[in-house]
């Protein structure tokens, strides 16, 4: 039996019986499905697409298509209005339709980067390093063995790089960015062969295709350029074969995240967009989103992969299926949209009020769609689309960006919005076990959550406990993100590790196991972290909970986190208890932002940090009892980057003493200041 087969026996054994009949089945049919797909590319022809959609010729589809209700606002924009909206936004997209013109692409850390004409639609463009042109399904596309990152092609293969070529023209520019346009999918659609390259590896691929073309068809369709009756043709058999390959390659297990999420609501969009025998994805699709928004999405709004950048991503895809069936007059139930609602009230409150946000869990740059102009990081966009859409309330809406509301809903909406205030009281979320602690000026956030899908791992890291620190208005503490996936077994498993977390590490353990170093998406589900008290005043909001990944230990250890906030003065004061018995090695580690670096004092338990031009004071509970080192480490602030940093790390060897740590703006850290606000943050 070869590895693989060994690895996936290992995997079904842990699932139940129900789950492994049904992959069993799945596994046969698509086996079946793979040794015939080819003959059904050719088979699926124009005439086929007629035929499933009722129409009489392409002209007759064509039109029909255009006509059909579709989830987004599509159609000619005002240049004035946009301008009043989204002053100076019309420039942004103006230069990113001239690099798309060029072929130039800035994804997932490629850096500028021209793809030529014709483009290598199966190259990682980062290492050169291409995928053989035979059936998908035998296609290793995740080869630990190189440094390759199938990311890289399927980001490109998406084209929501093209999308500016539709804005523009949809706010008045001539029509040929629609040529341009048409030459690109036209040369995606000769060089990818229906299940014959690396870009049809999984469902979800195909999935996102659908989004980006289907707008681009609403956007582009009455240009000239695309008038080619051959034209048309070709791309409607493809765009139709995406939805067939979505349907039949349905990615769906006992526990789903966010590629079901995509694949089902690309069947709504796409069985909405072609109806016929396509409404039967309709069906399929609207049927799982149903079931998967309470499944996937906690009560109180945190999606439980546990990472805010596949939260707005499966925010976009449960957003746009909901609008798709608005449109066509079948509305989601009212508890399917305020769920989605709730999960707006969730990226505001991790929103900081610079726009900037945590980079906790997994992060690949995902979205449903890429309209706006606001920073990559940037969320807060999320809640002006629940209150346009949703008729939620819009007082979180404190971005004055408003591009991404136009192109999702329409001026009228984007005008309708009042900008809003910020909320600076603390915040709790404890089924998605996230705590905000914040004043006008600080946000720190803390997870004391569940280990990302159900107990898997998934898109969640080894990040029990840890924090995050915006401290009067500076970013003092910060996650490492997530910098790759298949590119590089190594670097994965670091910026998921709990090394590079801003948490306790016993014995140099994992506070979760990885399963095995080499499956980079599962973790034992250890931690188990609770929260035992959460309180808040005017004067302090205090948060303290423990987790129990160190009790399997030969002698268990308990790790207890106590976080106060001093809303007051800016401050901010943590203690780390460790219930055991013997001698352990302990290890706290504190990672600083990119850019922020360490300044030494004479002090024995004190040092200082610079960051935005000011200086913080880290002072601490003992220097007999705990040492501290000042490291090199990395922070990625978007997948692909990877940036040089420091880390404080306090380290102990022997029996378990508690550790206190201050940090607080140099000019408010007064003597003792930290183990008093513990001290009161005991009797809260």
Known sequence: MSARWAIRARQLARKPPRVVARRFVEEVRSRADLAIAPSRGRRT?????????????????????????????????????????????????????????????DVLGTGSVELGDPISWDTDIKTGMRWEVRRAKRIDYADLSRPSDVK???????VQWLLPCGQEHLLGGDDSHAALVRDVLDDWIRQNPYCGTVNWAVAMEAALRIFSWAWLFRALASCEPWSDPIFRGRFLTALFLHGEFVARRFEESDINGNHTTADAASLVVAGLLFGGEAERWYERGRTVLERELPRQVFRDGVDFEASV????????????????ADAAGDPFPREHLDRLGAMADFSIAYCRPDGTIPYWGDADDARAFQFGGQPLNDHRYMVGLAAAALGRDSAGLYSTDRSEIVWWLGLDAAESLSDGVPNDSPTSFPEGGVYILRSPRSHVFVDCGPVGLGGRGGHGHNDALSFEA????????????CYVYTGSVKWRN??????????????EEEQNRFVREDWLWALHDDARPAMELWHWDNRMVVFRGRHFGYVRLTDPVVVARTIVLDRVRNRLALRDDFECRGEHTFRVPYLLPSGVHV???????CILAAAGGRRFRFSWSSAADWKLDVAAAWV?????????????????????RPLSVGIAPYEAADTEWHPNLLKDADTA
Do not use: M
């Not at 915006?470 to 993100?481: E, F, N, R, S």
């Not at 670091?494 to 014995?507: C, E, G, I, K, Y």
């Open 45 to 105: 022809t124009i005439d086929h697409v007629l035929r499933a959609t009722g129409s009489a010729d392409i002209g007759d589809l064509w039109e029909t298509l255009q006509a059909r209700p579709f989830s987004l606002r599509v159609g000619p924009i005002d240049p004035k209005a946009y301008d009043r909206v989204c002053p100076g936004d019309r420039d942004r997209i103006r230069t990113a339709a001239a690099s798309a013109a060029a072929r130039r692409v």
């Open 152 to 158: 890289v092609p399927w980001e490109i293969s998406r």
């Open 309 to 324: 950048a596949y939260h707005r991503l499966v925010f976009e895809l449960f957003l746009l299926a909901a609008l798709a």
């Open 470 to 481: 915006w401290l009067d208005g500076t970013h003092v503490i910060t996650d490492a993100g």
């Open 494 to 507: 670091v910026f998921r590790s709990t090394a590079l977390h801003n948490t306790p590490q016993v014995d």
């Open 599 to 605: 300044v030494a004092t004479s002090e024995s338990s």
């Open 636 to 656: 990625s602030p978007s997948y692909g980057v990877r940036l040089k940093a420091q880390q404080l790390a306090f380290r102990r060897l022997g029996t378990a």
